[in-house]
């Protein structure tokens, strides 16, 4: 009900002279951007914007338009040893931090070796488990030591660089640089109103880009219908909305819909230990009866692609379109009766005694994932299963891991390993955060996650996936519903907007604004 009043009222509200917000007096170029996500901090360190377009920050390594590696802090792209457990970078001169110190060598081992300290709370060690130790040989050069051959650990080097000055006799977790962060970024962080609003004021010191737009704020609106009613008013120079809300601004003047292609899943995320859904044929009647096509003509207003492993199609050389699910009802339910799981007289299915229920859980305000929730709980009623869906919150999600499933998103189009490994691999079954939430073990996928993760050979890793996602689909742990197209409605007032297949993470980072430090006013 929520969603179809807040498309009525953005409705009025963009029909009735709201079209374009009013303009102020005449100063340096400004833009302000409705956000669906607020960060917990501005560390990189700590799990901030750890694949680049951190705005505050920048990375040994950056990437273009085409998701392309490019030199960063660094002068050239780092140079690998033929084992592939070495790897040096040479930095820029002349680089400054916001604060006027220099930037060095030494805060670039101390940004990395911070991460992979036990003491400090950092939700992205996980992706440095390959690294073993990283120096700098003098002020300029970084050198990293490897555990074992990594494949796509070029790709780890986007994390943004802190000044290790600003955290000495400072415990990391709790510094003030947390909210107040020094970077080398095109961008520094004037005010942070925690739960309100967040203003960048551009970099002009900065190395290579002094940004035209002179002043970003960052308005944090959780709730998809409380930010499309307040773009409608004219509080928001651009916003991101669910496809179905942004499709209310088509042919509206002084207003354009952007659609980006991504590699950000949402899936139903099935709890491997819950006595139901134990057993992996049970699984594969689960995706087996779900219509994602249906999904995403209605859901997503055509906006996005079927899903079946976290492998996006956007990751070309690796993805195998052979690993599907095909909607067929009538197989999920023969493969539910052959599993002993029948319907009885109330048209529910269960087994010795227990019923065969699966309740679905989806975080309150995310009205997309409560649309794909109740979707779900539908396709999965069809078939005798008794699927009540529930809103929450991220953190109950995680707590009834075991015993519900519930509606993850996640996912990014750089390398497969950072999409799969860590949701997948049974080494994370059971630990904190948002890794392998649904306690899933497969050997089979363990071997070919691995292989992939460390052969150097291009074509052997190539086979490596191909072997995970169908030992994936035979065993599904999930059933990965759709990759989103990500949809965002912007006054019509910019140049500079470059398309780029966008990770999960499109905040105040990714999303269209990724590279607002090159925009202009037209």
């Given at each position: 009900?929520?969603?179809?009043?807040?498309?009525?009222?953005?409705?009025?509200?963009?029909?009735?002279?709201?079209?374009?917000?009013?303009?102020?007096?005449?100063?340096?170029?400004?833009?302000?951007?409705?956000?669906?996500?607020?960060?917990?901090?501005?560390?990189?360190?700590?799990?901030?914007?750890?694949?680049?377009?951190?705005?505050?920050?920048?990375?040994?390594?950056?990437?273009?338009?085409?998701?392309?590696?490019?030199?960063?802090?660094?002068?050239?792209?780092?140079?690998?040893?033929?084992?592939?457990?070495?790897?040096?970078?040479?930095?820029?001169?002349?680089?400054?931090?916001?604060?006027?110190?220099?930037?060095?060598?030494?805060?670039?081992?101390?940004?990395?070796?911070?991460?992979?300290?036990?003491?400090?709370?950092?939700?992205?060690?996980?992706?440095?488990?390959?690294?073993?130790?990283?120096?700098?040989?003098?002020?300029?050069?970084?050198?990293?030591?490897?555990?074992?051959?990594?494949?796509?650990?070029?790709?780890?080097?986007?994390?943004?660089?802190?000044?290790?000055?600003?955290?000495?006799?400072?415990?990391?977790?709790?510094?003030?640089?947390?909210?107040?962060?020094?970077?080398?970024?095109?961008?520094?962080?004037?005010?942070?109103?925690?739960?309100?609003?967040?203003?960048?004021?551009?970099?002009?010191?900065?190395?290579?880009?002094?940004?035209?737009?002179?002043?970003?704020?960052?308005?944090?609106?959780?709730?998809?219908?409380?930010?499309?009613?307040?773009?409608?008013?004219?509080?928001?120079?651009?916003?991101?909305?669910?496809?179905?809300?942004?499709?209310?601004?088509?042919?509206?003047?002084?207003?354009?819909?952007?659609?980006?292609?991504?590699?950000?899943?949402?899936?139903?995320?099935?709890?491997?230990?819950?006595?139901?859904?134990?057993?992996?044929?049970?699984?594969?009647?689960?995706?087996?009866?779900?219509?994602?096509?249906?999904?995403?003509?209605?859901?997503?207003?055509?906006?996005?692609k079927p899903a079946a492993t976290p492998i996006s199609p956007y990751l070309a050389e690796w993805y195998d379109p052979a690993a599907k699910f095909d909607f067929d009802?009538?197989?999920?339910?023969?493969?539910?009766?052959?599993?002993?799981?029948?319907?009885?007289?109330?048209?529910?299915?269960?087994?010795?005694?227990?019923?065969?229920?699966?309740?679905?859980?989806?975080?309150?305000?995310?009205?997309?994932?409560?649309?794909?929730?109740?979707?779900?709980?539908?396709?999965?009623?069809?078939?005798?299963?008794?699927?009540?869906?529930?809103?929450?919150?991220?953190?109950?999600?995680?707590?009834?891991?075991?015993?519900?499933?519930?509606?993850?998103?996640?996912?990014?189009?750089?390398?497969?390993?950072?999409?799969?490994?860590?949701?997948?691999?049974?080494?994370?079954?059971?630990?904190?955060?948002?890794?392998?939430?649904?306690?899933?073990?497969?050997?089979?996928?363990?071997?070919?996650?691995?292989?992939?993760?460390?052969?150097?050979?291009?074509?052997?890793?190539?086979?490596?996936?191909?072997?995970?996602?169908?030992?994936?689909?035979?065993?599904?742990?999930?059933?990965?519903?759709?990759?989103?197209?990500?949809?965002?409605v912007m006054r019509d007032k910019w140049t500079g907007l470059e398309e780029q297949v966008e990770p999960h993470d499109h905040g105040m980072v990714h999303a269209v604004?990724?590279?607002?430090?090159?925009?202009?006013?037209?």
């Amino acid at each position: 009900m929520r969603t179809v009043i807040g498309l009525v009222l953005l409705g009025a509200l963009v029909g009735t002279g709201c079209s374009v917000a009013r303009q102020g007096p005449a100063g340096p170029p400004s833009i302000v951007i409705g956000a669906g996500q607020e960060p917990d901090n501005l560390n990189p360190i700590l799990g901030y914007a750890p694949d680049g377009a951190a705005k505050i920050f920048d990375g040994l390594l950056d990437r273009d338009a085409k998701l392309k590696l490019t030199p960063g802090l660094a002068v050239e792209l780092p140079e690998t040893s033929a084992d592939g457990l070495t790897w040096t970078a040479k930095l820029r001169q002349g680089v400054k931090f916001s604060d006027g110190a220099p930037l060095s060598a030494q805060d670039v081992a101390f940004t990395y070796k911070s991460v992979l300290d036990p003491k400090v709370n950092s939700t992205i060690a996980s992706r440095y488990d390959a690294l073993a130790d990283v120096q700098a040989t003098d002020d300029s050069t970084v050198v990293f030591k490897l555990k074992y051959p990594y494949a796509p650990f070029d790709q780890t080097l986007t994390l943004g660089i802190v000044p290790r000055k600003a955290f000495d006799g400072v415990d990391i977790n709790a510094a003030p640089f947390n909210t107040a962060p020094i970077g080398t970024g095109p961008y520094t962080v004037n005010q942070w109103r925690k739960g309100d609003r967040m203003v960048l004021k551009a970099n002009e010191t900065h190395w290579d880009t002094k940004p035209n737009i002179k002043t970003v704020t960052f308005v944090y609106i959780t709730d998809d219908n409380a930010r499309a009613t307040r773009m409608a008013s004219g509080e928001f120079d651009a916003t991101v909305l669910p496809p179905r809300l942004a499709q209310t601004y088509r042919d509206k003047a002084g207003y354009k819909i952007v659609q980006n292609p991504s590699a950000d899943y949402r899936g139903l995320g099935i709890p491997s230990e819950l006595p139901f859904t134990k057993d992996p044929n049970v699984r594969v009647a689960i995706n087996t009866g779900i219509n994602r096509q249906a999904m995403i003509d209605t859901v997503l207003a055509g906006a996005g692609k079927p899903a079946a492993t976290p492998i996006s199609p956007y990751l070309a050389e690796w993805y195998d379109p052979a690993a599907k699910f095909d909607f067929d009802p009538q197989k999920a339910g023969a493969i539910l009766d052959l599993a002993g799981w029948v319907i009885g007289s109330d048209g529910k299915r269960a087994k010795d005694g227990q019923p065969a229920r699966l309740p679905i859980l989806y975080p309150a305000e995310d009205s997309l994932r409560k649309d794909l929730a109740l979707a779900v709980g539908s396709d999965l009623a069809k078939l005798g299963i008794d699927a009540p869906v529930e809103a929450t919150t991220f953190e109950l999600m995680l707590q009834r891991q075991k015993e519900t499933a519930a509606i993850w998103g996640g996912g990014d189009p750089y390398d497969p390993d950072t999409a799969a490994y860590t949701l997948l691999h049974s080494r994370y079954s059971g630990q904190s955060g948002y890794v392998n939430m649904t306690l899933y073990k497969n050997s089979q996928v363990d071997t070919a996650l691995d292989e992939a993760r460390k052969n150097l050979d291009r074509a052997a890793r190539k086979q490596a996936y191909k072997d995970f996602q169908k030992a994936f689909v035979a065993d599904p742990g999930w059933a990965f519903l759709v990759f989103l197209d990500h949809t965002y409605v912007m006054r019509d007032k910019w140049t500079g907007l470059e398309e780029q297949v966008e990770p999960h993470d499109h905040g105040m980072v990714h999303a269209v604004w990724w590279n607002i430090e090159h925009w202009s006013p037209k």
